[in-house]
């Protein structure tokens, strides 16, 4: 009885995704300035789930463009280099740091120099 009550309460199984088959070629949200590669990982997980993860390269010009935020985010650099806003203070982000912007923020990152920016992004979900 005890086993049949923990397996109704149990979790969805594990997803297992692989980044080539979720990638995809478009503009950057919030402005369409310059082009990008999105992998959009947590899209792969069937609903429910609470949060979103997500990797995209920023190439050379491209940005995410300021917006506002409703909830925490995480941008978190892999390779390259860029500026991060959060409501009009700009920093240099660089492999291994991380900006995490709280919410009602309005936010957005911008790609410099030679090499592709490449970050990932989480937050929570809105989905029920």
């Known amino acids: ?10 979790a969805p199984p ?17 402005g369409n300035i310059g ?10 997980a069937p ?11 920023l190439h050379r010009g491209a940005a995410i463009g300021l917006h506002p935020i409703a909830h925490d985010e995480v941008y978190y650099v ?11 203070v700009t920093q240099r982000l660089k492999p291994g740091m991380a900006a ?3 919410k009602d923020a309005v936010v957005g990152i911008k ?9 990932i992004i989480s937050y929570p979900n809105n989905q029920k």
């Open 1 to 10: 009885m005890m086993l049949s009550l923990l397996l109704a309460m149990a």
């Open 78 to 88: 892999l390779s390259g280099e860029g500026d991060v806003t959060s409501d009009g």
């Open 14 to 30: 594990m997803v297992v995704v692989h980044e080539e088959d979720v990638r995809r070629e478009e503009p950057p949200p919030h």
């Open 100 to 102: 995490y912007l709280y």
């Open 35 to 44: 082009l990008s590669t999105a992998y959009r990982i947590s899209d792969a």
């Open 47 to 57: 609903p429910p789930r609470a949060m979103e993860f997500r990797k995209r390269v």
């Open 111 to 119: 790609q410099l120099g030679r090499k592709p920016l490449t970050i």
